[in-house]
């Protein structure tokens, strides 16, 4: 399974995010709540679909809300030892907010279907399963008119974002409420330097910069199936970062957010992405990342934004986004998303002389912020739609990811209209089925071949 950028015949007029979050300004809790948007006891039930350590996170975050009573009754997965440790992980720590009998514990494909029918109008479904089954089960989640919170990415490829965009259109037709993991637009440090860009404080950004360089992070370093994993399509769902169908590989996964960021504070998306990687000593690795990225976006006014990652032990690490302006420089980011600790300072050098702003610590986290947002607007029916805006940090990463993948330029507009799909039966899945991609006969998988494989189709 490889990449190639499809030429189109018609350029799309790049679409330019908000500056604003698309739920504004939280509300305060405690104002009067809208039984129609919630059970009449004021309690929001949510239901986990994907119960590995991220969706047992995203699980505590809600849980965690303080706007009013929360509940967890549903939860699926295709692994039944990831749901089991998961609802004990999470018994422990809320209790009474965990009542999960067995009969409303799933296991297999159409778990999520079941665990939705859970659910009743002002609940929530939290999808943390790879990103490729995405777009299947928020159309589920419209279908039944319950709320969702999504994992990012939520696409991987052309085909899964079209889709995601027409959904976006009829969860906002139904005012569902749609809140999408890309946390870092919920940072109050973020927030406040978006706005003082935005208020001139840098200038003119003239270039962006954005670091995800560490060791190996969640599988996207994959050795081979076990002899004793009888599935090849459950052993590429649970090393899911090592997949290109299943994830978007490790790129996508992981190096969205300083895309998603670094975007945020220009204010527009990349109409272009020039790139380069490749794969270095991977021992028994068999996955289908690269080990080093490189991507320089281009802007519609020329601006370019350069994104390194790389995930290579023993290197020097680097984690952070930057905006330099003509007035000053802007650091979005240092070492982690959480603290941002977010600053300005005149010229381009940190130094403590230079420095302008900072935002004050310990900030509020993210993680939990994003969480309390959705909530409060589910209770106050806050008009909350985030999925536009993650379809389009997604194409946009995939932009980047294909252009390194192809050794090709890839633009905007090639990536949404692409027309390959690297699982386009997963919505047929069964506990069964063949796996989208078949391993060579070394245990290996296939792997991007830049400047081979960039004007085919798979």
Known sequence: MSEAPQNVSSRRDFLKNSSKLAAGASVLAGTSIPHVYAADDSTIKIALVGCGGRGTGAAANALSTTSGPI?????????????????????????????????QKFIGFDGYEKAISCLGPGDVVLLVTPPAFRWVQFGYAIEKGINVFMEKPITVDGPST????????????????????????HCKARQELHDRIKDGQIGDI??????????PTGSAATGPKPENMSSELLYQISRFHGFLWASGGGFSDFLIHNIDESCWMKDAWPVQADGSGGRHYRGDNVDQNFDSYSVEYTFADGTKMF????????????????????????????SAH??????????????????????PQPEPNPYQVEWEDLINAIRNDQPYNEVRRGAEASLVTSMGRMAAHTGQIVTYDEMLNCK??????????????????IARADGSYPVPLPGILKNREY
């Open 71 to 103: 509940k967890l009754v549903a939860m699926a997965d295709v692994f039944d030892h990831r749901l089991n440790v998961s609802y004990k992980s999470l018994k422990k720590q809320f209790d009474d907010k965990v009542d999960v009998p067995d009969d």
């Open 162 to 185: 079209r889709k995601m965009l027409e959904l976006a259109k009829k969860s906002e037709e139904k005012n569902l409420k749609v809140g999408v993991g890309l946390m870092c637009r």
């Open 206 to 215: 003239l270039e962006l910069r954005a670091y995800r360089m560490a060791g």
């Open 307 to 334: 994104l390194r990652g790389r995930t290579i032990p023993g290197c020097r690490q680097k984690f952070a986004s930057f905006a330099h302006g003509t007035k000053g420089l802007a650091v979005i980011s240092t």
């Open 338 to 359: 959480h603290p941002a600790k977010s600053r300005i300072y005149k010229g381009y050098n940190e130094t403590d002389e230079n420095l302008v702003w900072a935002y």
């Open 420 to 437: 390959q799909e690297f699982a386009p039966d997963v919505d047929k899945l069964t506990m069964d089925s063949p796996a989208p991609v």
